[in-house]
């Protein structure tokens, strides 16, 4: 086991948890099921076999649905050890988990799922209250929070305060779950390991071994521990599939979903010698509209010079130290950089002003200034000040870091089943992303071999890019199985694959009744029609890992 700091929570080290010795009762499980299809195995060479879910907003979510449930009529759940999911595929995985030994019972949770996901929306006073809990109780509010309530709850239909070092059971029937996110100051600067799991034992860098217990994830590490609560389900949901934010379309959502009105509600002054609301309110709506002009390139004079003269007037004709608007560079690229870091600026300094005038602004201020900065998925850094020769120093030097949705990097979350201490023998990948089916897989061939990772060689035909097959096996020596199920192929999409990713796209209004059992069926075809090549594919890593057992016994 690694190393582990004085506060008995952060671990140094290549080597498994030491709760993650369920893995030795699930293979239990799985041997029992191998030995009903006649696989020859034994206790001690049990194949490690993990289940992928890409990203894909509610496809994902859905599409993963379908497939373990068509999974589980085959038999063949069973045999599955880890179960690690990115972005949309990670509320599927919450939704599941929140029923103990979901596995054994999938049927029954799967019409619970479906039940809630054609139900009534969460009540509009729910979200605010939860966001207001969010805003309250956390040292670092970002726009995660605010992600997780208005659009997340939005789509699971649920607000999921639990936590998941609670859901998971030591004696938990149920393929090990891992949440992927990544460390977007590592993505950015290319500088130490950018891939972070979050599983029901701990959290942590996946190569580079540094975790710290799920429960103290997001605390501070000083001299003395400054503890944060765990964060809750939906918040871990908003946290994997942050990339569907898009700048533009969440200053449109604040206009749209009344954002501004709510935080004036909500969040009422109490000075009576405040600032008439409706004044403050539209200075709000300007704001928004300038920040949506310069991320369009058009003019924002209109907006800014109408902002400054509500707040002249607000201030008794005093005028107001706000950031002044200069004149777009006319070189399109360099000009919109350029507005965009003065707009950042200048709605900081409204807010500001607000904050100032307004004594219930703060939250307001907050999101405002979250959003001019893109400030996501914002915690303590558990590794500051800490030392451990294997972590690159900038992660040791940075007292807060960001964690973003892993598939601004990678559409599937390889990496946390490619821990060599994890020893997968079979990666079975589901593939719900929009574009490119075979980016995920062809991505992590490279990355692999840049970092001398094993991992398969993966070449695929250039005219199976527009028409993919229903089923890809890739093979290298010392390296895992890789299956690899593009979710609308040739197979169960006939040659209506386009209208199919049409119809469903990743990032659209919550599905409908009728769309979600079409998906549903559609996702599942791709196991009952491979169900016989799963089966051999499961075989030939299970009797290579017997036989090798065999070998070192002699």
Known sequence: VGGVNVHGEVRFGHSLNKEEEFVARRSNTVLQCLQKFKIRCSQDAVPNIALLGSGGGQRAMVGLLGSLVQLDKAGLLDCILYLSGVSGSTWCMASLYQEPDWSTKLETVKDQIIKRLNGPEVRWTDTLAKLKKYYYEKDHFSLTDVWAVMLVASYVKKIDDCKLSDQWDQFSKDPLPIYTVIDKQSKQREEGDPWFEISPHEAGYSLIGAFVGTSSFGSQFKNKMKKQDEIDMLYLQALCSSVLADEEEIWKWIKEETLCSCLFNVFPSKDPHSPP???????????????????????????????RTTLTDLSGGQRQLIHQLEKLNDDKAAGKKAAKQYVMQYTVDVCNYLELKLNFWPFGRSICRCIAQWIWGRHYNFLHNMTDDAVPRALLESETRDYIDARVLLNSPYFSVLRKERDIDLIISLDFSDGDPFMTVTQTAETCKKLKIPFPEVNIPSEDVKKPKGFYV?????????????????????????????????????????????????????????????????????????????????
């Open 474 to 554: 890739f093979k290298g020596k010392n390296a895992p199985t890789v299956i690899h199920i593009p979710l609308f192929n040739v197979v169960n999409s006939g040659d209506k694959i386009d209208a199919w990713r049409k119809k469903y796209g990743t990032s659209q209004v919550p599905y409908s009744a009728e769309m979600i059992a079409e998906l549903m069926q559609v996702s599942g075809k791709n196991f009952a029609i491979n169900r016989a090549k799963l089966l051999e594919q499961i075989r030939v890593v299970a009797e290579a890992k017997y036989f090798q057992a065999q070998a070192r016994q002699i």
């Open 277 to 307: 609301i409706d004044e403050c309110y539209q200075v709000l709506l300007k704001l928004v509209n300038m920040n949506l002009d310069v991320l369009k390139g058009t003019d924002p004079s209109a907006c800014d010079q109408s902002i």
